[in-house]
């Protein structure tokens, strides 16, 4: 039995009641000489549901900054965001790559 001004379980073992919130990981993409800009900004309009206006500032933040993030995820969909973007170039035959990393 607890004693008077005891936490009980939730001093001993914060993690048994509080949920831990998903790691997250962001998805993205790295600067090449070769893929064509506009592939680039159709490709992040289709996976990662940004606006026109968006995919083109994030494309030219790659494209003179060598990196940038497409979106922030749980590991499961950054894993899948990033394959569909590889298998997507690959098919097209552009070099396009791809990352994931801890946010
Ligand atoms: N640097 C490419 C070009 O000049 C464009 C580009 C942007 C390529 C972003 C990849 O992730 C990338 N055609």
């Known amino acids: 039995m607890a004693q008077p001004h005891s936490n009980g379980d939730t001093a001993l073992k914060p993690n048994a009641v509080k949920p831990k919130l998903p790691e997250m990981f962001k998805v993205l993409l790295l600067n090449d000489d070769y893929t064509p800009m506009e592939f680039v ?3 992040i309009e289709q996976f990662f549901n940004k606006s026109r206006e968006q ?46 990393e801890p946010a």
């Open 41 to 43: 900004v159709e490709t």
């Open 55 to 100: 995919a083109t500032q994030i494309m030219l933040k790659v494209h003179t900054e060598g990196v940038g993030v497409c979106g922030v995820y749980p590991l499961d969909i950054a894993e899948t965001k990033m394959n569909q973007v590889l298998v997507h170039a690959k098919e097209s035959q552009h070099p396009l790559q791809c990352v994931i």
